[in-house]
């Protein structure tokens, strides 16, 4: 089976996606006239400045949301993996990814709130790729693909791996305690502790909806991100002579690669596309949540969001990992042997165990705890997030067929995902990893494709770019979109809402 899971996994992450996400990247920052940093500024004063609906979450919310999909085990364990197996100059290529998929980033997120719905049987806001390949593209036998592949992704293959990652931390840190047979197989106390902690907490949140899964990741990821950031600074700042150094290190393997250019760059994109989510389609579901004035405000909120995975979580982790040494070099040399070994052979690579060594050289016994209670925070509100995404896509595959069917549906793919998150947790990381990285390539490719047939039918992210910008520029007191007037159809929420915003005005007059 996992050589199955492998030969599907070449096929999917062929450099064929590789290029792909770099040239949308690159294509789309080219469109937007270089947005991810022209309108950074205006990034950051709009994370705060929407708020909570009865039928949607706030503009932070959504960011903290969407963080929590972005900011979990790719920013710890894949960041890892990245180095190991690509070198340090996978870590460029990661940053590469980040830049160019901010660009990206806001193009899924504005084409979400522009083609979102309110859902008939909650009146939450629901959007996402499946919504705007029907509307925009016309094409819904596309969304339905998408939905049906997202809910086996996000509910299938992805949930393992954040478990994963918790259990291994937490092993590492408590050791595995007495071993118990289950289902054949030998797993150990701690393993199964740290399983049913998950699953209890998770379904207690899962249980109360969209405004509970908001409100607790907008609680513990800006914590825990800040924290793992400040302890990251301060082992730089212990060592920062060394920062230059690791600097031109990676810079110079991103070129130059000690495991191979192929590698390098490969594991870069590949961690950078899991790790930032960019171009993957996912996160654009916690976008079309946010209750906005306009479209494209959340899609830059979306778009900053890269930049605080990417070039601040990855890099503290990536800098953490390269200034204390605390990293081998995977290639493929005969026998197991290592290109670059600084620590224990043997060490899993597709795990927090990097990171951890890096922590525990410098706070000792701390470092190590702390990392696992980052892995298991960041893990589990990414967890919380696909769970989220599986059930929208849940949402627009039954939108149509009554509440039984849509009762049905959400809580079959709690049921699960909850099945998923115990399986992920008693199995090996590479063969998790492995699973996850065809859930992520596959969606990838799908919302990828999409979004750029999108753009050369009727450019709508960049239209509602454009639209803000001029309202922008005239200073105008309160932003409106006006979906007619500038020529995008299938906008139904927006076009209801100009006509309420109208009929106010009237009345007021």
């Known amino acids: 089976m996992e050589d199955i899971v492998n030969s599907i996994n070449g096929i999917i992450w062929s450099d064929a996606l590789i290029y792909l996400c770099l040239g949308a990247g690159l294509f789309f920052s080219i469109a937007t006239r270089g947005s991810q940093v022209r309108l950074f500024g205006e990034m950051a004063r709009l994370v705060f400045k929407g708020k909570a609906s009865r039928d949607g979450i706030s503009s932070f919310q959504a960011l903290t949301l969407s963080l929590a999909g972005r900011v979990g085990m790719g920013n710890i364990a894949g960041v890892a993996a ?3 197996f690509g070198g340090p100059g996978a870590v460029f290529w990661m940053w590469v990814v980040g830049f160019l998929g901010a660009a990206t980033a806001y193009i899924e997120a504005t084409l979400a709130q522009i083609y ?5 049987f909650t009146s939450q806001y629901r959007g996402g790729p499946a919504y705007y390949f029907e509307k925009a593209m016309g094409q819904r036998w596309y969304g339905m693909l998408f939905a049906i592949s997202a809910l086996i992704a996000l509910s299938i293959f992805l949930p393992g791996i954040q478990t994963n990652g918790v259990v291994n931390a937490v092993a590492q840190v408590f050791g595995e305690g007495t071993s118990l047979n289950v289902l054949g197989s030998e797993v150990s106390t701690v393993r199964l502790g740290a399983i049913a902690l998950i699953l209890v907490v998770f379904g207690v949140i899962i249980f109360g909806g969209i405004k509970r899964i908001a409100t607790f990741t907008e609680v513990v990821v800006p914590f825990m991100a ?6 990251a600074l301060i082992i730089m700042l212990m060592n920062v002579a060394l920062i230059p150094q690791v600097f031109g290190l990676i810079v110079s393997d991103a070129f130059t690669a000690q495991a191979g250019l192929g590698a390098a760059i490969g594991w870069g994109v590949k961690r950078g596309v899991y790790s930032s989510e960019a171009g993957q389609g996912t996160a654009p579901h916690a976008a079309a949540a946010a209750e906005v004035d306009h479209p494209a405000q959340q899609g830059l909120v979306q778009s900053f969001s890269v930049y605080v995975d990417t070039l601040l979580v990855c890099s503290a982790t990536a800098f953490m990992i390269l200034t204390m040494g605390t990293y081998n070099i995977q290639g493929e040399l005969p026998d197991g042997q290592y290109i670059v070994q600084n620590v224990i052979a043997g060490t899993e690579i597709n795990s927090p165990a990097f990171t951890q060594l890096a922590m ?3 706070y000792g016994a701390f470092g190590s705890t ?4 980052a892995v298991f925070f960041f893990a ?5 997030a696909n769970y989220y995404i599986a059930e929208v896509n849940v949402a627009y595959l039954t939108r149509t067929r009554g509440r039984g069917a849509n009762r049905t549906g959400m809580l079959l793919v709690k049921v699960l995902t909850m099945a998923m998150i115990a399986y992920g947790g008693l199995n090996s990381a590479g063969y998790i990893w492995a699973i996850g990285d065809i859930g992520v390539g596959l969606i990838a490719w ?3 494709i999409g979004i750029l047939v999108i753009f050369f039918i009727s450019r709508p992210a960049i239209t509602a770019l454009r639209d803000y910008e ?7 007191s309160r932003y409106s979109f006006d979906p007619i007037k500038l020529g995008i159809k299938n906008a139904g929420y927006w076009e209801a809402r100009h006509r309420e915003q109208v009929e106010v005005k009237k009345d007021q007059v």
């Open 470 to 476: 001029a309202q922008r520029r005239a200073g105008v």
């Open 380 to 384: 589990f509100t990414t967890i919380l």
């Open 226 to 231: 800040i924290g793992y950031i400040v302890l």
């Open 446 to 448: 799908l919302n990828i």
């Open 116 to 120: 979102k719905e309110q859902d008939a």
């Open 370 to 373: 702390f990392i696992a209670v």
């Open 360 to 362: 525990e050289s410098v």
């Open 82 to 84: 990245a180095i190991g």
